[in-house]
T-cell receptor, first 114, second 113 residues
Framework: SQQGEEDPQALSIQEGENATMNCSYK?????LQWYRQNSGRGLVHLIL?????REKHSGRLRVTLDTSKKSSSLLITASRAADTASYFC??????????????FGQGTILTVHP | EPEVTQTPSHQVTQMGQEVILRCVPI?????FYWYRQILGQKVEFLVS????????KSEIFDDQFSVERPDGSNFTLKIRSTKLEDSAMYFC???????????FGEGSWLTVV
């Protein structure tokens, strides 16, 4: 798989349920960032997790990072219809001079039914 | 919260025409980027810009593309002679220093006909 691959590609749940999206990557990273994109709109930053961190929380969002497995997960608890969007992980690769270039995955399309 | 702003939000252009997409990054940010997203595909890196020069570019960013920071606030992407395959959403992004949150604009939809 390519750097920053999300799994599943699509997720459909009911309001109130939790949604978990996974991201795998291939190279060592400085950090991993999760973004949300409503259809045809811009990329909204959700959480940044650094390579020396294992878990971060922000409101209903929980992100974990396992650098030994080169994977991350995004958990949205108590989902709402307004959470319907595409979610992307993006990695800032380690090594060399970092200018902050991000490599994005294909994304997970989350649909939350009212 | 400060934001990256982009204009135009949507542009339709004839194949072979020049296009300039404009961006105003967040004011104290030092690193600037352009990315693009072809419909239904992943977001792809085009170029990064720091200290008034290109610091990194992808193989997509060929001689038809150029970037400029003409003044202290604007950051532009120029496509000299557009092709059909340049049709995409173009995102501008900025960050104060790599390793921090990278903020993206709302994007500019470019349709080449």
């Amino acid at each position: 798989s390519q750097q920053g691959e999300e799994d599943p590609q699509a997720l459909s749940i009911q309001e109130g349920e939790n949604a978990t999206m996974n991201c795998s990557y291939k190279t060592s990273i400085n950090n991993l960032q999760w973004y949300r994109q409503n259809s045809g709109r811009g990329l909204v930053h959700l959480i940044l997790i650094r390579s020396n961190e294992r878990e971060k929380h922000s409101g209903r969002l929980r992100v974990t990072l396992d650098t030994s497995k080169k994977s991350s997960s995004l958990l949205i608890t108590a989902s709402r219809a307004a959470d319907t969007a595409s979610y992307f992980c993006a990695t800032d690769a380690a090594g060399g001079t970092s200018y902050g270039k991000l490599t994005f995955g294909q994304g997970t399309i989350l649909t939350v039914h009212p | 919260e400060p934001e990256v702003t982009q204009t135009p939000s949507h542009q339709v252009t004839q194949m072979g025409q020049e296009v300039i997409l404009r961006c105003v990054p967040i004011s104290n940010h030092l690193y600037f980027y352009w990315y693009r997203q072809i419909l239904g595909q992943k977001v792809e890196f085009l170029v990064s810009f720091y200290n008034n020069e290109i610091s990194e570019k992808s193989e997509i960013f060929d001689d038809q593309f150029s970037v400029e920071r003409p003044d202290g606030s604007n950051f532009t992407l120029k496509i000299r002679s557009t092709k059909l395959e340049d049709s995409a959403m173009y995102f501008c992004a900025s960050v104060y220093m790599p390793g921090n949150t990278i903020y993206f604009g709302e994007g500019s939809w470019l349709t080449v006909v």
